[in-house]
């Protein structure tokens, strides 16, 4: 007993604390004199539990933290013990592809410069991840180099944010969050130059990084590119977008590193070669190499059928088609729930033996399985995201008691949007909704309501696919098409298996459950099931093999002007704006074109070269253009994100205003007062064909300038979301609640005027010719806030750092006010940092000062919401 009782403590110091550095020995010694003693004692029970537990222990210390990371550097160490000694969620062993990873595929190799992990949702990509971003920022420490953590969306930055500094700041790392905004405001300017107390670690968007990158925004080496998602690079958004700037980056920033993270994807070495700076330097790894999966799933169709045994009554059968290994064996069609699991008619749900209302099938099964853990009900379209929640919800019992932390959610809805918003009804039944028509801040608490297991059931859009990481033990899709521009698209089969991946995740539902409405296509649903994934194609390549198709080839020249090409168009730019020379372009641009994965792509097959021959043809005519444009348009074109045919859009519309615009005219109280000229800038961005678009959709079909600029005056200047909503988007047959115009705003404000509004400030500030130079410092950081001003929906600068610290919009204004009082006119108050600092600080009374008068939300909830949305949460 007595050796039993040493190897446990050694055991335990070592999962612990790492010591003894070597605990084998000590181990086997203490196990090895056990056996030994039961043997002699003839104790046999007792001699066949010591060996069993010394085997155990043995695999406990290879698979441990400590093991892997043994031999990596001092700030691994300092990491591993901050996990395996935080009071919440302590983590002190790898799974088993994490341990993989380290220790056998070269994860933390110093001579491989690009990385591509390819591993399922719940594969454990992001520890892998932070493992690989201290070992480059420990490496290049001395140049003070600084890690970039790109994500696809504005959710998924915050929630990347949270963790990192969880388990960063403990060591004393820093990390800041730049908005999703494509520009950079006065504040990240500021963040990004600052040489007293660096960031070690930014987050941020593809869209941002170009900029910060094109800018030359920071004058330290940026070591290493973290890009979660990176399956996006094969997207029609944005997957271009993507792809040209990694190829940036490995032009403008020699040292970098690449960590490309992505589920699913076959073939990943050839994107690990392309990233890399020579042919060995590249390395893949793929969870295909271990037997171990990270969940156990059952994946079927669901449809309605009749049931006479009620008066129009209906139930729903699910059909297994496919089983992982160890799930349970249960093939074959079987019941789900009772008859009318939703309380709606049969004829909503099926017509003479014809599936329909697969929304409403979709809100019942989710209804159902709730029972057995938090369920994703999964739609395309909002209407019926908020259709499903209300009838779920509907149908759901009461909550025998609603947790604090949903009663505090409520409390945030009812303050910042609305005391009659329809999610705070549902909520008391335990359901949630995620999707474009809410804030950021308010998808952040649904995901962290879902993560504290208080919800049931969560109604959601497609794009909760990327990256989320909350629990859940059933997802359920009422389509497999999603929403693209004006028309739908099949979702790809590496999304579907990324949605699938959120059931039974491990730590959670040991057997996840993941169905598809069944509908009228159920042979295409099948095949749809049992598609693979394939590898990764460059958007490039896409758009090249589109035109083959059509025979035109030879005309590239002339379609490059087109929308889908503008990204392409901007590279260039770039790189003319570097040179700045026609014939040392031209001479270069095939080595320039390399630098993509598509070009290198087609240049390495002999029987796609002539599409390469022929991009390169049309990348050379267009540098002719750029050389023939007036001189300046390729530089404000690589400042702004414009491509140059924008900028020159952009000059057109200042010349066709009435009077030029003037410093003062750029002044905030001036910009956003009732005689502002927010109107005539607005003007200007329809004629921009990057902005034009989404502008056009927010005013209507008469592009009203007019409209836009009221809309992002009132929401600057502090007036509430009800009351946006029921000024500019009442609808006739809405509900009582206004739930359709409510959503109408949150989509006009959160999608178009944060993003498009945005940017277009901060552009045309720029093209609109101010002289910089001769503003004062104080005049300069004004205009250059303008921007961030309409993205956090506040009008002073000291209001835009709360909200870029996670402050809730409503009481970010008077918050500001304190802390101007507090900092008085010291000029550091503008740092991003010191504002998270006076947040962090301040009690329950300073909160309750803050908050409007009759505010729903208390000022411990406004404390406890911000600790939440800024990750400051115990």
């Known amino acids: 007993l007595y050796n039993w009782a040493k190897a446990t403590e050694t055991l335990a110091r070592y999962m612990l604390q790492g010591e003894p550095g070597d605990p084998f020995g000590m181990l086997d010694k203490h196990f090895e004199a056990g056996i030994k003693a039961a043997a002699a004692s003839g104790d046999a029970q007792h001699e066949v539990v010591l060996r069993w537990l010394h085997a155990t222990a043995r695999i406990m210390v290879t698979n441990s933290l400590w093991w892997a990371t043994r031999t990596v550097n001092s700030r691994t160490s300092d990491f591993v013990r901050s996990l395996t000694h935080r009071e919440h969620q302590a983590m002190f062993e790898l799974l088993p592809p994490q341990r993989a990873a380290l220790l056998e595929q070269g994860l933390l190799d110093q001579a491989k410069t690009a990385i591509v992990v390819d591993m399922p949702t719940s594969g454990g990509k992001t520890l892998l991840a932070q493992f690989r971003i201290l070992q480059a920022l420990n490496q290049f420490q001395s140049k003070s180099g600084w890690v970039v953590y790109l994500t696809p969306t504005r959710a998924l930055s915050a929630q990347i944010t949270r963790r990192l500094r969880t388990d960063f700041e403990p060591i004393g790392l820093r990390v800041e969050q730049l908005t999703a905004a494509v520009e950079v405001d006065a504040f990240e300017e500021e963040l990004l130059a600052q040489r007293d107390e660096p960031f070690d670690i930014l987050v941020a968007t593809p869209e941002k990084l170009s900029l910060v990158i094109r800018n030359r925004k920071v004058d330290r080496p940026l070591v290493l590119v973290v890009m979660d998602e990176a399956h996006n690079l094969e997207y029609e958004g944005r997957g271009l977008r993507i792809e040209l700037l990694l190829a940036t980056v490995k032009r403008d920033c020699p040292q970098a590193n690449f960590l490309l993270l992505m589920p699913y994807v076959e073939g990943s070495e050839s994107v690990a070669r392309w990233l890399a700076q020579d042919v060995d330097a590249g390395n893949a790894i793929s969870l295909g190499t271990v037997p171990w999966k990270p969940n156990e799933r059952i994946i079927g169709l669901y449809r309605a059928v009749a049931d006479d045994s009620a008066r129009g009554g209906w139930r729903l059968d699910f059909e297994t088609l496919t089983t992982t290994a160890k799930a349970m064996p249960l093939r074959g069609t079987h019941r789900v729930g009772g008859v009318k699991p939703i309380d709606v008619p049969k004829s909503q749900v099926l017509t003479g033996g014809v599936q329909k209302g697969l929304g409403l099938q979709t809100a019942a099964i989710g209804a159902v399985m709730s029972k057995r853990g938090t369920s994703v009900a999964v739609a395309n379209s909002i209407r019926t995201v908020w259709k499903m929640a209300g009838e779920a919800a509907r149908s759901l019992p009461e909550m025998e008691n609603v947790p604090s932390d949903i009663r505090l959610v409520q409390d945030f809805l009812r303050t910042e949007i609305s005391a009659d918003f329809r999610l705070v009804g549902m909520l008391d039944k335990g359901v949630g909704v995620h999707h474009a028509g809410l804030s950021d801040d308010v998808r952040a608490l649904m995901e962290w309501l879902a993560e504290t297991g208080s919800l049931r059931m969560l109604c959601a859009t497609s794009t909760i696919a990327q990256g989320i990481n909350f629990p859940v033990s059933s997802v359920f899709l009422s389509s497999r098409y999603m929403p693209q521009g004006t028309r739908s698209v099949e979702i790809v089969p590496r999304e579907f298996w990324n949605l699938a991946g959120r059931a039974g995740r491990i730590g959670h539902d040991s057997v996840g459950v993941v169905g598809l409405a069944e509908g009228t296509d159920r042979d295409a649903l099948i095949a749809f099931v049992s598609q693979s994934t394939g590898a990764l194609v460059s958007r490039l390549v896409v758009l090249l093999d589109e035109l083959a198709a059509q025979g035109s080839l030879a005309e590239l020249s002339d379609v490059l002007w087109k929308d889908q090409w503008e990204d392409f168009r901007c590279y260039i730019a770039h790189l003319w704006t570097e040179k700045k020379n026609l014939d040392a372009v031209l001479a270069d641009s095939d080595q320039l074109l390399r630098q993509t994965y598509g070009y290198t792509s087609m240049r390495n097959d002999p029987q796609q070269r002539q599409k390469a021959d022929a991009l390169l043809d049309a990348t050379q005519r267009y540098v002719r253009k750029l050389a023939d444009m007036p001189e300046g348009i390729a530089e404000l074109a690589d400042s702004t994100g414009f491509s140059p045919e924008g900028v020159q859009a952009a000059m057109g519309g200042f010349g066709h205003l009435e009077s030029r615009l003037t410093v003062s005219d750029w002044a905030p109280e001036s910009l956003f007062g009732s005689g502002g000229r927010m109107a005539d800038l607005f003007g200007v961005m329809l004629r921009v064909p990057q902005l034009s678009q989404n502008l056009m959709e927010l005013g209507g079909r008469g592009a009203d300038r007019t409209r836009i600029s ?165």
């Open 710 to 874: 009221e809309i992002t005056n009132d929401w600057v200047n502090g007036k509430g979301l009800e009351a946006i909503a029921k000024e500019y988007f009442r609808r006739e047959n809405d509900d009582e609640a206004g739930t359709g115009a409510l959503t109408d705003a949150c989509r006009a404000i959160y999608r178009t005027i944060v993003n498009s509004g945005t940017w277009g400030i901060s552009a045309l500030s720029r093209v609109a010719g101010i002289d910089f130079d001769a503003l004062s410092d104080a005049d300069k950081r004004r205009i250059n806030a303008l921007p961030a001003m309409i993205y956090h929906g506040v009008s002073s600068e000291d209001a835009v750092l709360m909200r870029m610290n996670f402050a809730p919009r409503s009481a970010a204004e008077a918050l500001g006010k304190l802390y101007r009082d507090v900092a008085s006119e010291d000029e550091r108050r503008y740092s991003v940092e010191q504002a998270r600092r006076f947040l962090r600080q301040l009690g329950t009374d300073e909160w309750d000062r803050a908050k409007p008068e009759g505010a729903p939300l208390s000022g411990a909830g406004y404390k406890r919401v911000w600790e939440i949305l800024s990750g400051d949460v115990s």
